[in-house]
């Protein structure tokens, strides 16, 4: 309770099972998975992700601001907070941005640190993708001038917003321009690596 907050900076770069505590509003929940909920929470630019939360004790909805306290986890690219044992819903009012990548190489790493779970947007040209109408599947496109992998998985979103985006990806050829907004989240993880 006394713990002071977390920077971003912390978040990304504190070692394994160092303690964070963040606040700020939910901007996405992942579908409840065995009574567990995973979720993305932002403040300004600045964006978390909480795994595993358990839903049954700290249930969460977008829009609501909170104060999350747990550890540190990094895992396949992908910081997390994990293990939660402080929450708290607050009444602050606490806004976020959609933070634009325009400009920037979306396959340094480096340069994509800062957007760590942020809600990020930007326009692209799609390239190519492995299309898969049931399960996870990866495109290709190009932003900025660098080709880079768009990660569509149905466990972080609904099936009616997972099948809208396949038959947008379904219905494009290579070259059409897309905008696009999502989660910076699992940078390296698999091949492609970026």
């Given at each position: 309770?006394?713990?002071?907050?977390?920077?971003?900076?912390?978040?990304?770069?504190?070692?394994?099972?160092?303690?964070?505590?963040?606040?700020?509003v939910?901007?996405?929940?992942?579908?409840?998975?065995?009574d567990?909920?995973?979720?993305?929470?932002?403040?300004?630019?600045?964006?978390?992700?909480?795994?595993?939360?358990?839903?049954?004790?700290?249930?969460?909805?977008?829009?609501?601001?909170?104060?999350?306290?747990?550890?540190?986890?990094?895992?396949?690219g992908?910081?997390?907070i994990?293990?939660?044992?402080?929450?708290?819903?607050?009444?602050?009012?606490?806004?976020?941005?959609?933070?634009?990548?325009?400009g920037?190489?979306?396959t340094?790493?480096?340069?994509?640190?800062?957007?760590?779970?942020?809600?990020?947007?930007?326009?692209?040209?799609?390239?190519?993708?492995?299309?898969?109408?049931?399960?996870?599947?990866?495109?290709?496109?190009?932003?900025?001038?660098?080709?880079?992998?768009?990660?569509i998985?149905?466990?972080?979103?609904?099936?009616?917003?997972?099948?809208?985006?396949?038959?947008?990806?379904?219905?494009?050829?290579?070259?059409?321009?897309?905008?696009?907004?999502?989660?910076?989240?699992?940078?390296?993880?698999?091949?492609?690596?970026?």
């Amino acid at each position: 309770t006394n713990m002071a907050f977390s920077t971003h900076n912390d978040y990304v770069n504190n070692e394994d099972d160092s303690k964070l505590k963040i606040k700020g509003v939910v901007t996405h929940v992942c579908p409840v998975d065995e009574d567990t909920v995973s979720y993305f929470i932002q403040s300004g630019r600045d964006g978390y992700y909480v795994y595993a939360q358990n839903a049954l004790l700290y249930p969460v909805e977008i829009g609501k601001v909170y104060e999350v306290g747990g550890y540190k986890k990094y895992y396949k690219g992908l910081n997390e907070i994990v293990n939660v044992e402080y929450f708290i819903e607050s009444d602050e009012d606490i806004t976020f941005d959609y933070v634009s990548i325009d400009g920037t190489n979306p396959t340094d790493v480096t340069a994509m640190k800062e957007y760590q779970a942020a809600y990020i947007k930007t326009t692209g040209t799609y390239v190519s993708g492995d299309l898969k109408d049931s399960s996870a599947f990866n495109v290709t496109v190009k932003i900025n001038g660098y080709d880079t992998t768009l990660r569509i998985d149905p466990n972080y979103c609904e099936s009616d917003e997972f099948t809208k985006i396949y038959n947008l990806f379904a219905s494009s050829i290579p070259g059409t321009k897309i905008e696009l907004c999502g989660f910076m989240t699992a940078f390296g993880w698999g091949t492609p690596a970026t």
